[in-house]
Structure formats: structure tokens, C-alpha cells
């Protein structure tokens, strides 16, 4: 998975894709009571165009995505 996490880096501005792990763990859950868990990556998209490169390539590696609003 490193491999295409590489790819989804470099298809976004620096500084939106969030891998460190406890970083990811602060996204994995809300007040719903359900168990939290770790995504893979959380991406924090500006623009249109970021949202549709994260959504390609979810697309394209079978990665399921769930959006998230102001948390």
C-alpha cells in the first residue's frame, strides 16, 4: 500500500495527505459511539480538483472513502 500512497502524494498539494498514524487516529471516529478506526490516509482537500484526484485514485486501488465534514 506504501506504493500507491506514494502515488496519491504526489498527485496532491504538499502538506494535504496526513499518514502519521496517530495524526490518522484523531479522524477515525465521531460521536456515533462506533468503534473507532485508523484510515489508511486522510486527505485534506482545497480545491475540486483535489477531491477528484483523491477520488480516482480511491477508485482505481479499491480503497473505500468517506468524506468528512467539520468533524
Do not use: F
Request: with cysteine.
Amino acid at each position: 500500500m506504501a506504493n500507491k500512497l506514494r502515488e496519491l502524494r504526489a498527485a496532491l498539494p504538499t502538506g494535504q495527505l496526513i499518514e502519521d498514524s496517530e495524526q490518522r487516529l484523531e479522524y477515525g471516529g465521531d460521536w456515533s459511539g462506533m468503534e473507532p478506526v485508523r484510515p489508511l490516509a486522510v486527505v485534506q482537500a482545497r480545491s475540486i480538483p483535489d477531491i477528484q484526484e483523491c477520488l480516482r485514485w480511491a477508485t482505481r486501488h479499491g480503497v473505500p472513502v468517506t468524506p468528512r465534514g467539520a468533524g
